[in-house]
């Protein structure tokens, strides 16, 4: 299995065509595309607040592409509210999953409102978590999930505040590396390229865990605005083996576990 990230530069036109700029960043990469791979897309590049023509057409993408896709995000109507939404789909097109973004994140909140659905489900019978952009930042959306996921994927629009750009793709990489030793998980984050009509910092890249070259813990999409990460997780069991034999992996516990280890005094 594969992890193909996109860094694309978009605009923010409600008719712009940011899907069509993703697919041929895709095309012109010619990676070789299994079934079992993922393409993951970046929050909210779909302008158009169209909830059937943003389905219709990454259905499509995944249909041609002919590998799931993690649909990044949009704006959707929700009972007379709106939401920044995603959902995901099988290579045959079809819905597997649906997240949203449950911590809106600065001037964001004044045109939608919190979500309430956690992005989990199952690829290859790997558990994969799906936390938008800013849900990234808070630990507690990871340790509600149902299952420990295998991996964590952001859809990402990294708007910031700061004239060094730097600064927060710094802060993200801590973010992104910490999140994946403390939950044992893969993580990778797609982003606006910062050359965007927004001022994007470009965060977008992948984290691995069970590298032992410290340059590989977090690798940066790059300049082609598109990379490929290969996710092995024969490795990733036995970094978790290990992280748990020296009592430094979170693992989930059940509420009555938990009562339990109180009453004993743990």
Not at 20 to 25: K, V, Y
Not at 173 to 178: E, I, K, P, W
Not at 233 to 239: N, T
């Amino acid at each position: 299995m594969k992890l193909i990230l996109v860094q694309p530069r978009l605009r923010l036109a409600p008719d712009a065509d940011n899907l069509g700029l993703i697919g041929a960043l895709l095309a012109a990469a010619a990676f070789d595309v299994d079934p079992e791979d993922i393409v993951l897309l970046p929050e909210s590049f779909d302008r158009s607040q169209s909830a059937g023509g943003y389905r219709r057409e990454l259905s499509a993408l995944a249909r041609g592409l002919g590998c799931y896709v993690v649909g990044g995000s949009h704006r959707e109507c929700v009972d007379g509210g709106a939401v920044n939404a995603g959902l995901a789909f099988s290579p045959g097109g079809d819905v597997i999953g649906r997240y949203e973004k449950l911590h809106p994140y600065g001037t964001e909140r004044l045109s939608v409102r919190p979500g309430a659905q956690l992005g989990e489900f199952a690829i290859a019978g790997h558990n994969i978590l799906v936390l938008v952009c800013a849900d990234f930042f808070f630990a507690d959306l990871v340790q509600r999930a149902t299952s420990v996921p295998d991996l964590i994927l952001v859809p990402a629009c990294s708007v910031t505040r700061k004239d060094d750009r730097e600064f927060s793709r710094s802060l993200w990489r801590c973010l992104a590396v910490a999140r994946a030793y403390e939950f044992g998980a893969y993580a990778g984050i797609s982003d606006w390229a910062p050359q965007s009509e927004l001022p994007a910092s470009g965060v977008g890249g992948f984290a691995d865990p069970t590298t032992t070259a410290a340059e590989r813990l977090f690798v940066p999409i790059g300049d082609m605005g598109v990379a490929v990460f290969p996710l092995d997780f024969d490795a990733l069991a036995a970094f978790r083996a290990d992280r748990s034999a020296r009592g430094f992996l979170w693992e989930k516990t059940s509420d009555s576990t938990r009562v339990a280890a109180l009453r004993a005094g743990l």
